[in-house]
T-cell receptor
């Protein structure tokens, strides 16, 4: 059973561009979580999705960030008009129960 | 609001030394507790978890943790560390009555084991 897949692993964007981060959950997992890890900090919850539904987006910045988990295909975290402060590692986790979460390798976003 | 505090940010030990990493959380209700490990260049892996029952939990690679409800603590222990235990360790909690399961993480502890 393949683990949680994330791509790209590294992404470089110039200020003002869009960043799209993809997450394919483990087979059979319908719960997807996104977390962000800023330098020298722990992981911070951003958003929790189930297929086609956003369940909890209490950790998402109000502007420029959006997430989706369509019926078919991976979950996408989208950051519009990136700024230097968006540089971070973005981790996706999936779960079959909503509690025990399995993490992907992360996408390291660098904004120049 | 829930929060998790890991007391040690950076720990350096020699091989065969004993390890204890502190973790305290603040939340008035019932929680699920987790320790994750991130080896250099790898993704987070679940070391162990506590949902209910015996407060002494055994995980992979010889790690264990003890939930002490009165102290709101879930400290990670290993009797004898190895060089391969060099990694970053994260404590995390979620509220049992929450319907989202979102994890609240501590800041992490970097463990460096000298051969």
């Amino acid at each position: 059973n393949a683990g949680v897949m994330q791509n790209p692993r590294h992404l470089v964007r110039r200020r003002g561009q869009e960043a799209r981060l993809r997450c394919s959950p483990m087979k059979g997992h319908s719960h997807v979580y996104w977390y962000r890890q800023l330098p020298e900090e722990g992981l911070k919850f951003m958003v929790y999705l189930q297929k086609e539904n956003i369940i909890d987006e209490s950790g998402m910045p109000k502007e420029r960030f959006s997430a989706e988990f369509p019926k078919e295909g991976p979950s996408i975290l989208r950051i519009q008009q990136v700024v230097r402060g968006d540089s971070a590692a973005y981790f996706c986790a999936s779960s079959s129960t909503g509690y025990e979460q399995y993490f992907g390798p992360g996408t390291r976003l660098t904004v120049t | 609001a829930q929060s998790v505090s890991q007391h040690n940010h950076h720990v350096i030990l020699s091989e065969a030394a004993s390890l204890e990493l502190g973790c305290n959380y603040s939340y008035g209700g019932t929680v699920n507790l987790f320790w994750y490990v991130q080896y250099p260049g790898q993704h987070l892996q679940l070391l162990l978890k506590y949902f209910s029952g015996d407060p002494l939990v055994k995980g992979i690679k010889g790690f264990e943790a003890e939930f002490i409800k009165s102290k709101f603590s879930f400290n990670l222990r290993k009797p004898s560390v190895q060089w391969s235990d060099t990694a970053e360790y994260f404590c995390a909690v979620n509220a049992q009555r929450s319907n989202t399961g979102k994890l609240i993480f501590g800041q992490g502890t970097t463990l460096q084991v000298k051969p």
